[in-house]
């Protein structure tokens, strides 16, 4: 009987140990598992849809960062923008707080990002954050879906502008002209006419970034999407860094949107939707963060 309390006793102590260990290391394998699900750090260059092409490629100096570059010709019939809905009033919202994947799916688009900066928003831990997808959200700068303006403008945040006519345009102006059917804000112009904007902040750091940016006519968009915070996959680039890239891209006019934890790209495919970059949101890596609103596209086939 004492040779077998022994054993039993040695069993059960394993048996904790193992599952001690097992709540230690479970942590690490989740993380790992979603560093395995971020895009792999290789060029690629693909038509998504009519009009549209994808482009990414890695750096690896001053430090690694995967870039995503989205060129979509609006000139291509069926390319439509469509900014996020703003809530009916009265309410106690302007928009409710979506995952850019979701919003794709809503509204039955081809590839969407997230667009502007938005409060309230903290993020404290992975189970502790707002906004949760729901709640209610408020878009810095104007807002504008099918022509209803349903945010504000804010001074110095110029504006991302669509017509009627399937043109861009933007502006300096907080405020976007009549006739605007969808708008989006942004915190600073990045170029300017074909002039790159020297950025003066002194807190000029590393970080995950989104820009939109123009060709002269209007006629053409470019989506850039930097990953950052995230060692040895992609740290970020600096204002100044996305200056340049937008630069050498040969826009005319560049606009940075919300990044950090927010950046986005989603496509459409025929197994619902995909992120094409590496959001991080509450430090997970290709955990998507509601936001505010977002910035989308319909395209044929």
């Given at each position: ?44 260059e693909q038509v998504l849809f009519r009009g549209i092409v ?64 938005f409060h309230h928003f903290h993020e404290k831990s992975p ?175």
């Open positions: 009987m004492h040779y077998r309390y022994k054993v039993y006793t040695r069993r059960f102590l394993l048996a904790i140990g193992i599952g001690l260990l097992g709540l230690l290391l479970s942590p690490l394998i989740f993380y790992g598992w979603r560093c395995f699900l971020r895009p792999s750090r290789t060029d690629m994808y482009k990414r490629y890695p750096l690896s100096t001053p430090r690694p960062t995967m870039i995503h570059i989205v060129t979509i010709d609006l000139k291509t019939p069926g390319v439509k923008a469509l900014v996020t809905p703003g809530e009916p009033k009265p309410t106690d919202r302007e928009t409710s707080a979506r995952k850019t994947s979701d919003f794709l799916k809503e509204f039955k688009l081809q590839l969407a990002i997230n667009a502007s900066f189970w502790e954050y707002y906004p949760h997808s729901g709640d209610p959200s408020y878009p810095i700068g104007e807002a504008i879906s099918n022509g209803y303006r349903y945010s504000p403008p804010e001074a110095n945040f110029p504006m991302l502008c669509f017509s009627a006519q399937n043109r861009a345009q933007i502006l300096k102006s907080d405020k976007c002209p009549e006739g605007t059917t969808q708008g989006v804000a942004g915190n600073q112009l990045l170029v300017y006419r074909g002039q790159a904007i020297d950025d003066n902040s002194n807190d000029d750091k590393p970080y995950p970034r989104v820009a939109a940016a123009i060709n002269r006519e209007g006629t053409k968009l470019w989506l850039i999407l930097v990953d950052g915070k995230q060692p040895l996959y992609s740290e970020g680039i600096t204002i100044a860094e996305l200056t340049k890239t937008v630069t050498d891209l040969g826009v005319y006019t560049a606009l940075n949107l919300d990044g950090g934890g927010s950046t986005t790209l989603v496509i459409g495919t025929n197994n619902g939707s995909k992120v094409l970059n590496a959001p991080i949101h509450t430090r997970v890596p290709m955990r998507e963060r509601p936001v505010g609103n977002h910035l989308g596209f319909f395209a044929a086939e």
